[in-house]
């Protein structure tokens, strides 16, 4: 069948109609689809703040649990901190004093009891100069000392004061003052505890508190500190009470108390010159505990007052080995670094090494002074000038000469003179060393019995050689010969005069027993090759010299004398290098560039031996400087 088609005007005009309905349909869709589209973006910009909100919202809870951990954690470190530091705490707490309530109303009131308890406290460690270190003390509270005033409430200093009374170890010091009616004369009764100790309690007039309360304070430190008070009472010329606590605990059981009690009682011997008591006990004192640096010094430091060199030298070479560890944690730090120096300056003058010598002297005098070295760097500077003399140079002597401060008392005042006599001694300045005997004498005698250990080992030995340096030999007779034999500087001052008096056989006889005496060291075989050399021996004077260079690598002299022996045997270029050597360690030295001088003339070299003429006489044109014998 055949459908019928419309006509042309009717297609056209469906068409048209077809076309605006198709537009109208087609904004309307493009119109929903903008829409949609723009309700889409709105929808997704909502979603992005509403991510962005969440994510600072996560950041915000995340930061605040954060802060809650690092609060938490910040308040376990505290508590553990305060256990930590509570469980260490060694501490002394004065508690205030019970008093009377006349005593409160006049403003002594129990909290400044306690004050005055801590101020004579603090005084008494002040006074106590000891070499040992405080950590080594059982009941050691150091500078800790506090007055705890009652608080109200509950704290964080309460809790604090809480975890130390069960975790720590202070010392609480307790006590009562009270009017005595069992003793209506005496007034006033002071009773003071320490922990749960029975207490102790003294008793005077109103009038007398202060005082009480400073026996008080003693008896605290007496039985909170007993070896620190031990050697309080020592410092106060208390010996007695001393030794009664050194004993106590001797008889204890604590290694490091019996061997500081060892120590303190040996101080006590040295002080009064019994220089084999302190021996006995110091030998004591390392049996019990062989580390304690100060045992080996103290035997060496009494050895150089008995001037015995090798003895010195062995115990000093004793302690320098424990030193070699690096510290000694019984002694003070502080005192530790500077004995340390010390005994490097000592060893060094012992061998004749006097510019490592006056180095480590000076460095000495800027270091910091422990509790067992107070005042020592007045001595130090006293002893720079015999090390500058050592050395043969003026003008060292001459700079710490002039930078001395005054001796304004008798024992600085006795160093003083005794440095200036040993300077004397070795520049050949002989009214220098005689000049000050007298005092130096009468002065030694009334400090007695250690007075006469000086007089008899270090005085008399000089006051011999300088009245034999100004020609009076019965004089230097008269002392020298009455000083003991077992004295290194008495054998070669003996030998030394002998010399003087050209006495060539007494002076073998005693350069002999010198060396015998202190072989170890290079004074007594070059004080031979001076002797040997000055009688024309030239021979014998090089092996002296030799072996003293031998025993003392860096001491000039028998350097000096070895090159004068081989000029006089006609070997003056062989002396030229012992010269040049001897200019390393006494570069300022007038009589070795001279004899320098002398070896080159010999030698035909004038120029350079102008220069080292003028170098001598640049250094001292007058005076003919001697040896360190």
Same mark, same amino acid.
């Not at 077809?18 to 904004?27: I, P």
């Not at 090494?353 to 001595?379: H, I, K, M, W, Y």
């Not at 005693?510 to 021979?539: I, K």
């Given at each position: 069948?055949?459908?019928?088609?419309?006509?042309?005007?009717?297609?056209?005009?469906?068409?048209?109609?077809?076309?605006?309905?198709?537009?109208?349909?087609?904004?309307?869709?493009?119109?929903?689809?903008?829409?949609?589209?723009?309700?889409?973006?709105?929808?997704?910009?909502?979603?992005?703040?509403?991510?962005?909100?969440?994510?600072?919202?996560?950041?915000?809870?995340?930061?605040?649990?954060?802060?809650?951990?690092?609060?938490?954690?910040?308040?376990?470190?505290?508590?553990?901190?305060?256990?930590?530091?509570?469980?260490?705490?060694?501490?002394?707490?004065?508690?205030?004093?019970?008093?009377?309530?006349?005593?409160?109303?006049?403003?002594?009131?129990?909290?400044?009891?306690?004050?005055?308890?801590?101020?004579?406290?603090?005084?008494?460690?002040?006074?106590?100069?000891?070499?040992?270190?405080?950590?080594?003390?059982?009941?050691?509270?150091?500078?800790?000392?506090?007055?705890?005033?009652?608080?109200?409430?509950?704290?964080?200093?309460?809790?604090?004061?809480?975890?130390?009374?069960?975790?720590?170890?202070?010392?609480?010091?307790?006590?009562?003052?009270?009017?005595?009616?069992?003793?209506?004369?005496?007034?006033?009764?002071?009773?003071?505890?320490?922990?749960?100790?029975?207490?102790?309690?003294?008793?005077?007039?109103?009038?007398?508190?202060?005082?009480?309360?400073?026996?008080?304070?003693?008896?605290?430190?007496?039985?909170?500190?007993?070896?620190?008070?031990?050697?309080?009472?020592?410092?106060?010329?208390?010996?007695?009470?001393? !030794?009664?606590?050194?004993?106590?605990?001797?008889?204890?059981?604590?290694?490091?108390?019996?061997?500081?009690?060892?120590?303190?009682?040996?101080?006590?011997?040295?002080?009064?010159?019994?220089?084999?008591?302190?021996?006995?006990?110091?030998?004591?004192?390392?049996?019990?505990?062989?580390?304690?640096?100060?045992?080996?010094?103290?035997?060496?430091?009494?050895?150089?007052?008995? !001037? %015995?060199?090798?003895?010195?030298?062995?115990?000093?070479?004793?302690?320098?080995?424990?030193?070699?560890?690096?510290?000694?944690?019984?002694?003070?730090?502080?005192?530790?670094?500077?004995?340390?120096? !010390?005994?490097?300056?000592?060893?060094?003058?012992?061998?004749?090494?006097?510019?490592?010598?006056?180095?480590?002297? %000076?460095?000495?005098?800027?270091?910091?002074?422990?509790?067992?070295?107070?005042?020592?760097?007045?001595?130090?500077?006293?002893?720079?000038?015999?090390?500058?003399?050592?050395?043969?140079?003026?003008?060292?002597?001459?700079?710490?000469?002039?930078?001395?401060?005054?001796?304004?008392?008798?024992?600085?005042?006795?160093?003083?003179?005794?440095?200036?006599?040993?300077?004397?001694?070795?520049?050949?300045?002989?009214?220098?060393?005689?000049?000050?005997?007298?005092?130096?004498?009468?002065?030694?005698?009334?400090?007695?019995?250690?007075? !006469?250990?000086?007089?008899?080992?270090?005085?008399?030995?000089?006051?011999?050689?300088?009245?034999?340096?100004?020609?009076?030999?019965?004089?230097?007779?008269?002392?020298?010969?009455?000083?003991?034999?077992?004295?290194?500087?008495?054998?070669?001052?003996?030998?030394?005069?002998?010399?003087?008096?050209?006495?060539?056989?007494?002076?073998?006889?005693?350069?002999?027993?010198?060396?015998?005496?202190?072989?170890?060291?290079?004074?007594?075989?070059?004080?031979?090759?001076?002797?040997?050399?000055?009688?024309?021996?030239?021979?014998?004077?090089?092996?002296?010299?030799?072996?003293?260079?031998?025993?003392?690598?860096?001491?000039?002299?028998?350097?000096?004398?070895?090159?004068?022996?081989?000029?006089?045997?006609?070997?003056?270029?062989?002396?030229?290098?012992?010269?040049?050597?001897?200019?390393?360690?006494?570069?300022?030295?007038?009589?070795?560039?001279?004899?320098?001088?002398?070896?080159?003339?010999?030698?035909?070299?004038?120029?350079?031996?102008?220069?080292?003429?003028?170098?001598?006489?640049?250094?001292?044109?007058?005076?003919?400087?001697?040896?360190?014998?």
């Amino acid at each position: 069948m055949t459908v019928a088609q419309p006509a042309p005007a009717e297609t056209l005009a469906l068409a048209a109609a077809s076309r605006e309905r198709a537009d109208a349909f087609l904004k309307e869709q493009t119109e929903l689809t903008r829409l949609a589209i723009e309700r889409e973006q709105r929808e997704e910009r909502l979603r992005g703040w509403q991510q962005v909100v969440e994510h600072l919202s996560g950041l915000m809870k995340l930061a605040f649990e954060a802060v809650v951990a690092i609060v938490v954690v910040g308040i376990g470190i505290a508590l553990a901190t305060a256990v930590w530091n509570a469980g260490r705490d060694k501490g002394l707490v004065i508690e205030a004093f019970s008093v009377p309530p006349d005593l409160a109303a006049k403003g002594l009131t129990g909290e400044v009891v306690a004050g005055k308890v801590l101020d004579r406290l603090t005084m008494l460690q002040v006074q106590t100069q000891s070499n040992r270190a405080p950590s080594s003390y059982v009941n050691n509270w150091g500078n800790d000392i506090k007055v705890q005033i009652p608080e109200t409430g509950v704290s964080i200093g309460q809790f604090y004061q809480y975890l130390v009374r069960w975790l720590g170890h202070e010392t609480h010091i307790s006590g009562d003052i009270y009017r005595d009616g069992a003793n209506p004369g005496s007034g006033l009764a002071v009773t003071s505890r320490v922990g749960g100790d029975n207490s102790e309690t003294l008793h005077g007039a109103d009038d007398k508190l202060d005082d009480l309360i400073t026996r008080a304070a003693e008896s605290v430190y007496r039985r909170t500190q007993p070896y620190r008070f031990a050697v309080y009472l020592d410092n106060q010329k208390r010996p007695k009470e001393a !030794q009664a606590i050194y004993r106590v605990l001797i008889a204890g059981n604590n290694v490091d108390d019996r061997a500081w009690a060892y120590i303190g009682l040996s101080s006590e011997r040295s002080r009064i010159g019994d220089m084999a008591g302190a021996a006995v006990l110091l030998g004591r004192a390392i049996a019990t505990k062989p580390g304690i640096l100060l045992s080996y010094e103290n035997l060496a430091n009494n050895a150089g007052t008995l !001037q %015995r060199d090798e003895e010195q030298l062995r115990w000093l070479n004793r302690a320098m080995a424990i030193e070699a560890r690096g510290s000694d944690p019984s002694m003070d730090a502080d005192d530790f670094a500077l004995n340390v120096v !010390q005994d490097r300056g000592t060893l060094a003058g012992l061998l004749g090494d006097f510019q490592a010598e006056l180095q480590f002297n %000076r460095q000495s005098q800027v270091l910091p002074a422990g509790n067992g070295n107070v005042g020592n760097t007045a001595n130090q500077r006293n002893g720079e000038l015999a090390t500058c003399a050592a050395l043969h140079d003026r003008a060292c002597f001459d700079a710490a000469s002039a930078t001395l401060p005054p001796a304004d008392n008798e024992l600085l005042q006795l160093n003083r003179y005794a440095s200036l006599q040993l300077t004397g001694s070795l520049f050949g300045d002989w009214d220098a060393v005689v000049k000050p005997g007298d005092f130096m004498m009468a002065t030694l005698k009334k400090l007695a019995p250690l007075g !006469q250990t000086f007089l008899e080992r270090g005085e008399s030995p000089l006051l011999a050689v300088g009245y034999a340096g100004k020609g009076d030999f019965a004089r230097a007779h008269a002392i020298i010969d009455g000083t003991p034999l077992d004295c290194s500087i008495c054998l070669r001052t003996r030998g030394r005069i002998a010399t003087m008096e050209r006495d060539w056989k007494a002076a073998d006889h005693w350069y002999a027993l010198a060396v015998a005496d202190a072989p170890s060291t290079p004074f007594a075989a070059n004080g031979w090759g001076e002797s040997l050399l000055r009688r024309g021996d030239f021979a014998g004077a090089m092996v002296k010299f030799a072996q003293a260079h031998r025993l003392g690598p860096r001491f000039a002299d028998p350097l000096e004398g070895w090159g004068e022996a081989l000029i006089a045997t006609n070997r003056a270029d062989l002396a030229l290098a012992r010269f040049e050597e001897a200019a390393r360690y006494a570069p300022n030295w007038e009589r070795l560039h001279a004899q320098w001088s002398r070896a080159l003339l010999y030698l035909g070299r004038k120029d350079e031996a102008a220069v080292q003429m003028n170098i001598a006489m640049s250094l001292d044109p007058v005076v003919q400087s001697g040896r360190a014998q």
